[in-house]
T-cell receptor, first 113, second 114 residues
Framework: QKEVEQNSGPLSVPEGAIASLNCTYSDRGSQSFFWYRQYSGKSPELIMFIYSNGDKEDGRFTAQLNKASQYVSLLIRDSQPSDSATYLCAVEGGGTSYGKLTFGQGTILTVHP | GAGVSQSPRYKVAKRGQDVALRCDPISGHVSLFWYQQALGQGPEFLTYFQNEAQLDKSGLPSDRFFAERPEGSVSTLKIQRTQQEDSAVYLC????????????FGPGTRLTVL
């Protein structure tokens, strides 16, 4: 079992819809959770991070964390074609204090006009 | 200010050759990470530096991989006797402090081993 698992997709949604991206992780000691966006051929860029159970909203993005279920998700409201990218879930843990990240394989999102 | 830069952006090596990949982190950033990203996969941790100290090299796949950051700024990832399975994008990331929320990634070096 991988430490961080994502559905590789592709996930296809129409413009204006809500895109829902999911991630599960195996290390119960994990404390911090991140969503990165990666356009094809580009480097990952941070969208959001979340530490506490519940929801965290930033503009069109909402991250949701459920530590009991070891589950983290990202909702993208009013999806735009420019949101089409690979979304990487990352978990900080492994007993380190310096931010070592374990990534999932990424979910490819396509927003079609 | 400038972001994280990496060079070369693309490298083609014949199997058995040694390669050296360079990372220039954001000025003043204490933490520096190297990740390896295979096609269609997420980045995988290779090694971590805090200033010049290599605190974690648990992700280096073999003793052919070596990384250094002698003056606490620029870092070099060296791969000796390259193999085809080393073909990947090598990403460098830096953060201001140890344990900072955000790691800033460089554009990566795409290594192809023939």
């Amino acid at each position: 079992q991988k430490e961080v698992e994502q559905n590789s997709g592709p996930l296809s949604v129409p413009e204006g819809a809500i895109a829902s991206l999911n991630c599960t992780y195996s290390d119960r000691g994990s404390q911090s959770f991140f969503w990165y966006r990666q356009y094809s051929g580009k480097s990952p860029e941070l969208i959001m991070f979340i530490y506490s159970n519940g929801d965290k909203e930033d503009g069109r993005f909402t991250a949701q964390l459920n530590k009991a279920s070891q589950y983290v998700s990202l909702l993208i409201r009013d999806s735009q074609p420019s949101d089409s990218a690979t979304y990487l879930c990352a978990v900080e843990g492994g007993g380190t204090s310096y931010g070592k990240l374990t990534f999932g394989q990424g979910t490819i999102l396509t927003v079609h006009p | 200010g400038a972001g994280v830069s990496q060079s070369p952006r693309y490298k083609v090596a014949k199997r058995g050759q040694d390669v050296a990949l360079r990372c220039d982190p954001i000025s003043g950033h204490v933490s520096l990470f190297w990740y390896q990203q295979a096609l269609g996969q997420g980045p995988e941790f290779l090694t971590y530096f805090q200033n010049e100290a290599q605190l974690d090299k648990s992700g280096l796949p073999s003793d052919r991989f070596f990384a250094e950051r002698p003056e606490g700024s620029v870092s070099t990832l060296k791969i000796q006797r390259t193999q085809q399975e080393d073909s990947a994008v090598y990403l460098c990331a830096s953060s201001l402090l140890a344990g900072d929320n955000e790691q800033f990634f460089g554009p990566g070096t795409r290594l192809t081993v023939l």
